[in-house]
């Protein structure tokens, strides 16, 4: 008897099912947290809602943003991908030592080689069937080494920095070139993801990877698609951290992961995968930026910080996670 081949109907069955009000509140979360931040800081700070504090904060988050959209695809097919910060950091340093010698070419060698380094962990994970937690906790740990060696441990200055000074613009005077950056990189996956085949490849990845490899699916091109595109977005990351510090660091963008995993839950992406969008991560990014914000308008440390990160990861997780998926807890 031939195995059963399901077609794309059966495919976005999972996904196409009637959303439940769970459903329903995760989808609105982050626009309803960002409405509410926005004006509680504008009670707390009248001076708040001035242009310059707004650019101020947008262009704070284009760089979390970035570092978050890649790691949510890896989210949406069901892994994680704890190494976007370390990665990042290294990048940085790649950044900082090739400016002289590569010129305006070097961002598009560290974003290649960042995305050659995701790829890479995603072939691990899926030809060693190692856990994407697993693999990446490696990764970390040996991004920051790397990073540690190839700097001799310190900040690498960028003397010259005519190829990266872009990212430092803004357009039309007003709009910074970073956020620009964020918003059309969101813009152009969410585009090319809705328009072809890989809307329903993530999900059904993400909501059953046994269901979608018996569908056709290419559940390993996708997941180590997933995690390329997830480097790349490190290495992007780290080039508008460089652009903006004038110098590579090998632990500049360490403080990163915590925000950019709270960004990716309290956007509604489910830790579970298959469900979640690129856009509602946009909008958690300004979330947790704004709440660093926050806390410093009101006078608490931020030393704090982290406490709050790791608050908002459980109870995101918690209203996020599709329980029917995870049958025993461990």
Request: net charge positive; charged share 10%.
């Amino acid at each position: 008897m031939s195995t059963p081949v399901l077609t794309k109907p059966a495919l976005d069955a999972p996904v196409r099912g009637g959303p439940t009000l769970g459903s329903r509140l995760t989808s609105f979360m982050p626009v309803i947290a960002l409405a509410a931040l926005v004006v509680a800081l504008a009670v707390a700070d009248p001076g708040f809602l001035t242009e310059r504090s707004l650019t101020a904060v947008i262009n704070t988050a284009a760089p979390l943003a970035v570092l978050a959209t890649g790691a949510t695809l890896v989210v949406l097919c069901g892994g994680i991908d704890l190494s976007i910060a370390a990665l990042a950091s290294l990048s940085s340093v790649f950044l900082a030592l090739w400016l002289p010698t590569l010129g305006g070419l070097s961002t598009l060698a560290v974003v290649g080689v960042a995305a050659a380094i995701g790829a890479l962990q995603g072939t691990l994970h899926v030809v060693l069937r190692i856990p994407s937690f697993i693999v990446t906790l490696g990764g970390m740990s040996v991004f920051a080494a790397i990073a540690l060696v190839v700097s001799s441990a310190g900040t690498v200055p960028v003397t010259d920095d005519t190829a990266i000074s872009w990212a430092n613009l803004y357009v039309a005077g007003r709009v910074p070139t970073a956020v620009v950056v964020a918003v059309v990189l969101v813009a152009v996956l969410a585009l090319l993801i809705k328009v072809t085949p890989l809307d329903s490849y993530i999900k059904a990845t993400g909501f059953s990877e046994a269901a979608a490899r018996l569908g056709g699916v290419p559940v390993d091109a996708v997941k180590i698609g997933a995690f390329a595109v997830s480097g790349a977005c490190a290495g992007l990351a780290a080039v508008l951290l460089v652009a903006r510090n004038y110098s590579g660091s090998p632990t500049v963008a360490d403080s990163l992961l915590l925000p950019a995993v709270a960004a990716i839950v309290v956007g509604g992406t489910a830790i579970t995968g298959g469900h979640g969008s690129l856009w509602r991560t946009l909008a958690g990014a300004l979330v947790v930026t704004l709440l660093r914000v926050g806390l410093s308008t009101v006078g608490v440390s931020s030393a704090y910080e982290q406490i709050l990160y790791g608050a908002i990861i459980i109870v995101a997780v918690a209203l996020t996670l599709d329980r029917s998926k995870v049958l025993v807890i461990k």
